[in-house]
């Protein structure tokens, strides 16, 4: 949650969120589509990950952020690519602060 909050903060024109409450329920939603939807998206594009060296998972990563945000009111991804560069910026922003606080 915190770090669609601050990709949201830094970032108006890519992720853009509502309230508190819209960030809660879009991480939450995004951890249940990552852990239900994602493996089987994974699963079915195999071949064509083999074929772009990995490069396709950012592609599934940024669908899985779009569905989030059709699916959650108050959580708007400018498009795509848009979805495509806040799950990049998502995942970096969470790795910094993995590693920065305290576990």
Known sequence: MVAILIIAYLLPRVIRVDG???ALV???LLGIVNAIIRPVL???T???TLLTFGLFL???NG?????????VRGFH????????????LISIVSW????????
């Open 26 to 28: 879009a991480a939450f």
């Open 63 to 71: 669908l899985m952020l779009w569905l989030v945000a059709a699916l």
């Open 42 to 44: 994974v699963i079915l």
């Open 96 to 103: 910094i602060l993995s590693r920065v606080l305290p576990s």
């Open 58 to 60: 950012l592609v599934i």
């Open 77 to 88: 991804v400018n498009g795509f690519w848009g979805a495509l560069f806040g799950s990049i």
């Open 20 to 22: 508190l409450l819209a």
């Open 46 to 48: 195999f071949p064509l």
